[in-house]
């Protein structure tokens, strides 16, 4: 039987050969972000001996970068740290919501993008709020970094990409240009502190006359994995985001998402009340990107 | 009894004697203790909801590292009641979570462990799991020896009882009627939900002695009920009260206690025994999912000829699901000449219910305070005007028969028609909702004794679990009786060693009764100071009065003397007969019912479900607020509870019986920014058979919001939704099924 | 299985204990450090009892390791009073009765010095967000809100 064990390394090069050390020894080892969600597993769910291994001293899972192209967030930084960024909120309201949204001002405290993302939950708040802005997810492996759309990195509920080996470091995010805004929106029975029952995410670009040139959907907890809307987006590029465009777009939502009924929600409902997300957030999205 | 012009202490807001160490964290509840050589007990509960236990094995986890001790039901010796089955099961386990073993090792993780080599030999067998199925023709039994109401003359039933109050005709009293409205509501199961879990340390002497620590309402009671669970003499065993983390009836009868107990009597060492979260939700005692059909008559004036109400309550595993209290409180609040009420009292395989603030009242008082709103809709009457011409006055019989002494539910109507909140229009596009609470509250054995130290400091030394803040009430009366002030007293709760009996913390009955008993207490230490004085100043007793903490001369006596105040009469205490020491022992009587009105606005959000608490205002007669600020604590607390339970709260099972959702997270409590502030408003109706007017309050402010709410969200939407809670999806496929 | 070494500062002591490394910092304060006023309510993270602060970062104790501690800052109930007696948090709310049972009030109080050393002036819709984590089954969280306003506008004063 093996044994519990912490490691905190302080860079990538660092924590790959931890993983791999780990690995060769037959240990599991497990990513400790936020702990927010690993914690509660280990003494619920997943009770078995493991190496945890920190991401919140590997210095490049803790960066925020903003270039001229694209953006760069830490997989490993809190969500409060994140909320606190003015100039990330300014340029990615949603994702900045999104992240925002989980959990208590205790759970911000810790929570981090990389965690939420990691935990592979189909209500992760954070996951259609990536999804919808575009962002790359950054791993690191023995064979050198590799780019993950993040569409492609859960595989199923609580599963993804990531081999034992590997580490997510940060996502890549395309800098918002122009007229192009994000925003996210989720429905909880609460006002805080309830997993996602559904959720939406909406990032989208206007021309000058307030024309809508890019449009990207993705909704949440409506299915195995967070799905984008590819059919959401088409239904807006082209128009003002006008309320018919929206219910165009609130509908597609609606018929993509094959939830389940458990005990956060029913299947009608979560049908119904995801396309009511991607309208409201497609609105606060186009107003967003009207301001800018 | 004591005008409220005269009072002194009574109706200020100081800070508790126990505030300090709860702002701290010096104070200690339950899970605080830790002794030298503690082992840590852990519970083995069934997997199962229903299933017949064939044989228990503890002997490996017996062997296993670090475990001192492990036992199962047959270990139990003492009585072999439903209290002690639910302990340990023995033939049977009965709902999913039950307890089946305990062990107790050198550290939890050993404990935890251990559970693991318990072999369990069970025999699954159906769950009966609704009152539906469990009334159905050819229902699984849960218990084969259950007939209703112990006749067993008639075929056995998951129906262990049946409760019914009637007056008059009511067939008459139907056709008598120009409008009948009736309707049925089911309220799922919900919990307390007290932020602290059980817990306790036990620690037996060689000599046999236990001692108890533990996190309970009534200590009292955990020595009686592990002592008859244990075969064990009262006198053995000692129980100290820890600070209590809520309760709310949900800590009134014990679960840990008798294994912690015999596993030190096994091991020779403490034990300490925690539950976690979700051992709470599944295995201790929520209160009764219900199903409740309600029916009313009137005339065209708004006067009530005739009302009905049927209740089925789910016990849980054991019979006592409170249709007592329930079919009592239905229908308090009114005049009604003729009236039928019938409670059950349904096994099914779910945790053996407990009492929850109000126990049975808020389920049988939505389902009539809907029908009640709808009444006045279709009469087109202000609710408040509707309750107000049917409102029981003293001198009215309640259902359950004796006659009202002054009570104030019209009072409290008067004063909700004039508030403010009331006049104020309700929100574009939102609802308001209006409902009437009611509780008997209960008296029962208190005792209490007052000690005033050699400088005159009194220490209040008795029984009652301080679970809100009852310290503070206590030391109030305490004030106001002696004439001293506030800061010079001490009010302490005792282990069962250290002061008299007294019953739980529940039924609202702590500063009520308790209250008097310390009353009492203190006017033995009047009359012995009277005495005392009199002997100093060769006077007869009867020549002293007791003036503002002062042994005086009666006015017309001739005496030359000084006052002697409480600290001069304790300073020469040695010279007049030794220490003063008051004492009062009573079972108070006439313990006057709480009458609420509360009222709310509410917003829901027709796309999604949701509803939004705008504003909140509670109305209650308190009899005389002790310390108001506690009193609004009780109303603003108990309005919370019952809006959580009415917009997301209930147990969630799927279809083995099992509990879909044992936690905070998806047991959904009300958080702070799901509120708004509940606006309160006191009424003093003064309770005759309490010294300073005294009613109960901590249970009444439950019972209105469940209805009110529902009044409001159907105010907004135009029909109503009858059952709980107004969770947003069934409110939006309502209201799909509307369109 | 072996123990970690820890290194830490709590309530400005230096404190030096052995853990386990799947041991959360809420049971190393309880169960080694004797630090009883930081509460368990649930050990998910969902009622806020064990609210402690990590490098004055409000978080609950029962979701980080005690291992996690090391070189970090961790302030308890137990470090909010001072020699001079009460903060002005403890003493409000005192004074507006925020607290019945007591069992949710150190994680309260800690959060709300999160709160205020952040943001000084807090609306009620702030103060009930901020604290929407810290679950009180007894208050209604009137009380509690009129206290953490109390504090706000006392420390503003003092100020």
Redesign the interface.
Same mark, same amino acid.
């Given at each position: 039987m093996g044994?519990?064990?912490?490691l905190?390394p302080t860079n990538v090069e660092q924590a790959l050969s931890q993983l791999a050390a780990e690995d060769a020894a037959g240990n599991r080892a497990q990513m400790?972000a936020?702990?927010?969600d690993v914690?509660?597993q280990?003494?619920?769910t997943d009770k078995g001996?493991r190496t945890?291994v920190?991401v919140?001293h590997i210095a490049e899972a803790n960066e925020v970068r903003v270039g001229d192209d694209d953006v760069f967030v830490g997989a490993g930084i809190?969500s409060?740290v994140l909320n606190e960024n003015d100039e990330l909120k300014a340029l990615l309201p949603g994702l900045v919501e999104a992240a925002d949204l989980i959990?208590?001002?205790? =759970?911000q405290?810790?929570a981090t993008i990389g965690g939420n993302l990691c935990n592979s939950s189909p209500a992760g708040d954070t996951i259609p709020a990536l999804i919808a802005c575009g962002a790359v997810c950054v791993v690191a492996s023995p064979d050198g970094a590799k780019k993950v759309p993040t569409e492609d990195f859960v595989t199923g509920v609580g599963t993804n990409v990531l081999k034992p080996t590997e580490l997510l470091v940060g996502f890549q995010i395309p800098r918002p240009k122009g007229r192009t805004a994000d925003a996210y929106l989720r429905?909880i029975?609460?006002?805080?502190?309830? =997993?996602a029952?559904c959720g939406a995410g909406v990032a989208l670009t206007l021309d000058d006359d307030g024309t809508c040139t890019a449009a990207k959907v993705a909704i949440g907890a409506v299915a195995v994995t967070a799905l984008p809307v590819p059919e959401a987006a088409v239904a807006l590029v082209g128009t003002k985001v006008d309320d018919a465009a929206l219910q165009a777009a609130a509908a597609a939502a609606s018929a993509l998402a094959k939830p389940i009924t458990?005990?956060?929600?029913?299947v009608?409902?979560r049908k119904?009340?995801v396309g009511?997300l991607t309208r409201r957030a497609g609105a606060i999205a186009r107003d967003r990107a009207a301001a800018r | 009894m004591a005008e409220a012009v005269d009072l002194k202490a009574i109706g200020t807001r100081p800070v508790r004697p126990d505030g300090i160490d709860k702002v701290t964290g010096r104070a200690a509840f339950g899970a605080d203790l830790n002794l030298p050589n503690m082992l840590h007990g852990k519970v083995l509960r069934s997997p199962h909801a229903h299933a017949r236990i064939k044989n228990v094995d503890v002997s490996r986890a017996l062997a296993a590292d670090g475990v001192m001790a492990a036992i199962s039901g047959a270990d139990l010796a003492g009585v072999q009641n439903d209290l002690a089955k639910n302990i340990l099961a023995r033939d049977k386990v009965l709902y999913h979570g039950h307890a089946v073993a305990a062990v107790a090792a050198k550290t939890a993780a050993q404990a935890e462990a251990a559970l693991d080599l318990i072999e369990v030999d069970y025999e699954a067998l159906p769950p009966v799991l609704s009152i539906d199925d469990a009334i159905a023709d050819g229902a699984t039994l849960v218990n084969e020896n259950q007939h209703t109401n112990g006749d067993t003359s008639k075929p056995a039933s998951n129906i262990a009882a049946v409760q019914r109050f009637e007056r008059g005709d009511i067939e008459a009293g139907f056709a008598e009627a120009d409008i009948v409205v009736e309707s049925e509501h089911r309220v799922p199961t919900a919990h307390q939900g007290y932020i602290e879990p059980h817990a306790c340390t036990a620690t037996v002497n060689e000599d046999g002695k236990a001692t108890v620590w533990c996190c309970t309402q009534g200590h009292f009671d955990v020595r009686s009920l592990t002592a008859a669970v244990l075969g064990e003499s009262v006198g053995n065993i000692k129980v100290i009260p820890s600070e209590i983390g809520g309760g709310f009836g949900g800590k009134t009868i014990i679960y840990l206690e008798p294994l912690a107990v015999k596993m030190s009597q096994l091991s020779g060492r403490p034990v300490k025994m925690t539950m976690t979260r979700e051992e709470v939700f599944r295995a201790t005692g929520p209160t009764s999912a219900t199903w409740c059909k309600a029916k009313i008559g009137a005339k065209k004036d708004g006067t009530f000829t005739a009302a009905q109400a049927w209740l089925a309550y789910e016990a849980g595993a054991f019979p006592g699901a409170p249709i007592g209290p329930g079919c009592m409180s239905v229908l308090a609040p009114y005049k009604v000449p003729n009236l039928l009420i019938e409670g059950n009292d349904v096994l099914v395989n779910k945790p053996k219910v407990c009492a929850y603030r109000a126990p049975g009242a808020p389920q049988s008082m939505h389902a009539m305070e809907c029908v009640i709103d709808e009444l006045a809709r279709k009469l087109e009457m202000d609710p408040i005007d509707l309750r107000l011409k049917n409102a029981a006055d003293e001198g009215t019989q309640a259902p359950y028969g004796p006659t009202f002494p002054p009570i104030g539910l019209k009072e409290c109507l008067k004063a909700a028609k004039a508030h403010p909140n009331y006049a104020t229009p309700v929100p574009e596009g939102a609802g308001r909702g209006l409902a009437v609470g009611f509780w008997f509250n209960i008296g029962m054995q208190s005792s209490a004794e007052v000690r005033i130290a050699e400088d005159g400091m009194v220490t209040v030394m008795e029984g009652s679990p301080d679970i809100g803040g009852s310290r503070a009430g206590m030391a109030l009366m305490a004030a106001e009786t002696l004439g001293v002030p506030y800061e010079r007293i001490k009010a302490h709760v005792g282990d069962t060693e250290s002061t008299g009996f007294c019953n739980v913390t529940g039924g609202s009955r702590t500063t009520f009764a308790t209250g008097m008993a310390v009353i009492q207490a203190c006017e033995d230490i009047i009359a012995q100071c009277k005495q005392r004085a009199a002997l100093t100043w060769d006077l007869d007793e009867e020549q002293v009065d007791w003036v503002d903490g002062e042994a005086v001369p009666k006015p017309g006596v001739n005496a030359d003397v000084k006052p002697l105040s409480l600290a001069d009469i304790a300073r020469g205490a040695g010279r007049t007969g030794g220490p003063l020491l008051g004492r009062a022992s009573l079972n108070a009587q006439g313990a006057g019912a709480s009458f609420s009105v509360n009222w709310t606005d509410v917003k829901v959000d027709a796309e999604t479900g949701r509803t939004d608490v705008l504003a909140f205002t509670a109305i209650q007669d308190a009899g005389r607020a002790i310390h108001p600020a506690y009193v609004e604590g009780q109303m603003q607390g108990g309005a919370v509870q019952g809006l959580g339970w009415a917009l997301n709260e209930e147990y969630i099972y799927d279809a083995d019986g099992v509990m879909e959702n044992p936690g905070f997270l998806d047991y959904r409590v009300p958080v702070a920014s799901d509120m708004p502030m509940i606006d309160t408003q006191i009424v003093e109706v003064p309770n005759p058979s309490h010294p300073y007017g005294v009613r109960g309050v901590g249970e009444t402010p439950i019972v209105a919001p469940l209805a009110a709410l529902s009044n409001a969200v159907r105010d907004q939407l135009g029909f109503r939704i009858d059952d709980l809670p107004l969770s947003p999806p069934r409110v939006l496929a309502a209201i799909d099924e509307q369109r | 299985m072996s123990k970690v070494h820890v290194s830490t500062t709590i309530n400005g002591d230096v404190v030096e204990f052995l853990c386990e490394p799947q041991q959360s910092l809420l049971d190393v304060l309880r169960d080694e450090l004797a630090l009883t006023g930081t509460k368990e309510g649930c050990a998910t993270g969902d009622c806020g009892a064990c609210s402690v602060l990590a490098n004055d970062r409000l978080v609950c104790s029962c979701l980080m390791l005690g291992v996690e501690a090391d070189g970090q800052e961790i302030t308890t109930i137990e470090g909010i009073a001072s020699p001079d007696g009460l903060h002005v948090i403890q003493q409000k709310y005192l004074e507006h009765a925020a607290l019945q049972c007591g069992i949710c009030t150190p994680g309260f109080i800690v959060a709300t010095k999160a709160l205020l050393d952040k943001n000084p002036n807090p609306d009620e819709t702030t103060i009930r967000y901020w604290l929407a984590g810290n679950l009180c089954r007894c208050t209604g969280y009137d009380k509690i809100v009129r206290a953490v306003q109390a504090s706000a506008e006392e420390l503003a004063y003092e100020a």
């Open positions: 044994a519990f064990a912490y905190a400790l936020g702990g927010t914690l509660v280990m003494r619920s001996p945890f920190d919140k809190a409060a959990g208590s001002t205790q =759970i405290g810790r429905f029975p609460r006002t805080e502190m309830d =997993i029952v458990d005990k956060r929600g029913t009608e409902y119904k009340v009511v | - | -």
